[in-house]
């Protein structure tokens, strides 16, 4: 018996607005972390104008970006909002970063100015903070082995978590979403949001095949063991950021 | 009082320097100037006094020092006396070292030629306001030190209006930079066509997503040279300005040919230093010249006699290798540096993540060390962040039993020059703050 080679469709959504970060890195890093398991994947990028699909994806990425940009991609997204919010009750992963993270939300809430509006994909909203918060962040995650995630943030504004959205760690050094709560991050279902960078999945290999993992379990609706692979590069650079001075 | 404050902080900068000439030899870019600014807090009011003619800063995110230098080299070149931060040491402390060194009380200079970094302009204009500011380019660079791309040009914005007199000359091809001053009498240079006659690839770094500085919405470009650097327009009438000094390159493998057309005439200039990004630091500077009067002949030789300074492309021999060290310190000029980078050689990258350098190394990732990746020899990777150049190269496509990491950055260029064969060549690409650390190897002796 032959067995069928697994796959993944994966939308990259607005590249040429929000790569701030790196955020290619991120893409980067579930491409190969698929193709050196011989698991297939195909990337879209998704622009301005394209009509998102539901049936089609199983993993979405959005980055970060200035203001503008942002602008911009919340304006999109009002109009692809049905389609991620089909894409997240089928069990769809998403992971949004900084600026991509903060539209997952309801809105984002600047000192002056109208509301940038978000998709409602997390409970969860954002408010323009007095003070930028930049340095390094060791976070720890309850879904994960290791536990701890490391990467940089960069971020002025404070995000508030409600309802059934959780966090998705709880930081040990640095600020996380409002500096208050300790809390870093968000998830709802499949639907994951972070302020870290740095990029953040090359430096968190277990997150991402966590990532992986569960995007491959959306699809075939069925549980997957991803096979092991030689991560020692990866772990001594995770390793070496953890606790790094803020 | 402030006056013999100022006396004797040139005196203690004199002292100082001796001392640290002494110890070893190094010139400590910014020590002197960090003393000198605490015995006399505006040291830098005092220096307007010391210059007969003009001060000229230069800013900007790439190509600050290869400009600021090529243009104190077209001055010296035409018999003026010019003080030049030249050693890349470009916030205050630097300004301050480079003129306290130089400063006697009863001689005049011609010239200050002052590269500066971005953010810190307009705390320079509060103590020497300038006669000239030549801005080369805004690019994305260490994001994480000044917030974001418009942060920077806002605060340049506000050095410019800080200083009413102050004479404009800006890169026309930027729409980041042609905004600036907006009201201001302005001298642009740009290129009007660039002709590519070498080999190498094109660049696929993210293109720079840019909206216009007037009305936000997203640029058009009738020709794109290099990252955001072009033909620009948009609908509500921002555009590329016409050029003072617009010119004509050919870029080839080890050099370009610059074509500039003036109201005084038309030049053409050979420059030896490799790339576009180089070849807009060649026109800055003879824009400079040209505006300033000098003749094109001496503006020519100057070019011919620059050297890359302080490693921006510093050729040495060291116990038979030939070693290139080139700084890289942004996706953008990372890319063009990865570009032509001599696949044959032994490469060895240095990261370090100290504040000058940006903290935040996520740029490693918009950079392209795709380049890299049919490279025959072993990659060594050495600084504060070896290991995550290590993981960027993994995924670059570089098999990891190729990759070595050595932390330390004299250990990793010891190993280089004791491991390899006599007549194997080195290419070394560090940040800033490696670049400077390597200033002081012992393995240079």
């Known amino acids: ?40 994947i195909e990337i879209t990028n998704i622009n301005i104008g394209d009509k998102i ?36 009750n089928s069990g769809a992963v ?71 959205t959780k966090p998705l760690a709880m930081v040990e050094t640095g600020a996380g979403n409002n500096s208050r709560d300790k809390t870093e991050g968000a998830r709802f279902k499949n639907i994951f949001g972070t302020y870290l960078h740095g990029p953040f999945l090359p430096k968190n290999p277990h997150f991402t095949d966590f990532l992986i993992k569960l995007a491959l379990e959306k699809r075939y609706r069925d549980n997957i063991e991803l096979q092991k692979l030689n991560d020692e590069l990866e772990l001594q650079a995770h390793i070496s950021l953890i606790n790094k001075l803020y | 009082m402030g006056k013999i404050k100022f006396y004797l902080s040139i005196l203690a900068a004199k002292v100082l320097s001796l001392l640290i000439i002494t110890i070893n030899r190094s010139s400590g870019t910014s020590f002197v100037g960090l003393v000198v600014l605490k015995i006399c807090p505006d040291f830098l009011s005092y220096c307007s006094k010391y210059v007969k003619k003009e001060i000229i800063t230069v800013t900007g995110t790439n190509g ?23 050693k890349g ?50 690019f994305r660079d260490q994001l994480d030190r000044y917030g974001e791309l418009d942060t920077t040009a806002k605060k340049i914005q506000e050095a410019i209006d800080k200083n009413p007199k102050l004479k404009l000359i800006l890169n026309g091809d930027d729409p980041m930079v042609t905004n600036l001053g907006t009201d201001r009498d302005k ?23 840019v909206n216009c500085p007037v009305c936000k919405e997203a640029l058009k470009y009738a020709e794109r040279f290099f990252a955001q650097q072009g033909h620009y327009y948009c609908d509500c009438g921002y555009r590329r300005p016409q050029c003072e000094y617009s010119g004509d390159v050919k870029i080839f493998d080890d050099y370009s040919i610059i074509k500039v057309y003036t109201l005084k005439g038309d030049f053409e200039f050979k420059f030896g230093l490799i790339g576009l990004y180089n070849a807009y630091n060649a026109l800055a500077a003879i824009s400079l010249g040209l505006e300033l009067g000098y003749d094109e ?28 060290i080139q700084l890289i310190k942004n996706p953008t000029g990372a890319s063009e540096v990865l570009k032509t980078v001599d696949l044959t050689s032994n490469i060895l990258i240095i990261i370090n993540d100290n504040y000058a ?27 504060d962040r070896a290991k995550d150049m290590a993981v960027r190269l993994k995924y670059a496509g570089i098999e990891p039993s190729k990759i070595s990491i050595i932390p330390q950055i004299d250990d990793a260029i010891e190993y280089l020059l004791n491991s390899l064969d006599i007549n194997e060549k080195i290419t070394i690409l560090p940040t800033y703050t490696a670049l400077l650390k390597m200033q002081r190897g012992k393995w240079r002796e």
């Not at chain 1, 699909?53 to 911009?72: A, L, S, T, V, W």
């Not at chain 2, 020092?65 to 104190?72: M, P």
């Not at chain 2, 001298?187 to 997503?209: C, Q, R, T």
């Open chain 1, 1 to 40: 018996m032959t067995e069928t080679r697994l796959k993944i469709s994966l939308a990259h959504l607005y590249p040429e607005l929000l790569n701030i970060y790196g955020d290619f890195g991120n893409v980067l890093t579930i491409k190969q972390r698929c193709e050196w398991r011989n698991i297939d």
């Open chain 1, 53 to 88: 699909d539901p049936e089609i994806f199983d993993f979405y990425f959005i980055g970060g970006g200035q203001d503008k940009q942002q602008i911009e991609v919340s304006r999109e997204l009002q109009l692809q909002k049905n389609a991620l919010h089909d894409a997240m």
């Open chain 1, 94 to 164: 998403a992971l949004g970063i900084c600026g991509g993270y903060q539209l997952f939300g309801h809105y984002y809430q600047p000192h002056n100015g109208a509301r940038l509006l978000g998709i409602g994909l997390l409970d969860a909203y954002t408010v323009a903070g007095d003070k930028r918060f930049i340095g390094n962040v060791t976070a720890k995650t309850e879904f994960t082995v290791p536990k701890t995630l490391v990467g940089f943030e960069n971020h002025s504004g404070l995000t508030y978590l409600q309802g059934d």
């Open chain 2, 64 to 86: 600050k020092t290869t400009t600021a230098g090529l243009i104190s080299s077209i001055l010296e070149g035409n018999g003026q006396k010019v003080i030049h931060n030249e």
């Open chain 2, 89 to 138: 040491a470009n916030m205050l402390t630097g300004v301050a070292n480079a003129l306290s060194l130089e400063i006697m009380p009863f001689k005049r200079f011609d010239y200050y030629v002052l590269e500066s970094d971005e953010a810190y302009l307009t705390n320079l204009y509060d103590f020497l306001p300038s006669d000239y500011l030549l801005i080369t380019n805004l």
């Open chain 2, 187 to 209: 001298i642009f240079f740009g290129f009007d066509k660039v002709e590519i006659i070498s080999n190498s690839i094109v660049s696929h770094a993210p293109i720079e997503n």
């Open chain 2, 297 to 324: 002949n001496k503006i020519q030789a100057a070019l011919n006699s620059y050297q890359a300074i302080f490693g921006r492309a510093e050729k040495l021999t060291l116990r038979g290798h030939q070693v290139l």
């Open chain 2, 357 to 383: 350098d940006g903290r935040d190394v996520s740029w490693l990732w918009d950079a392209d060390f795709e380049f890299l990746k049919d490279i025959k020899n072993k990659i060594t990777v050495s600084g």
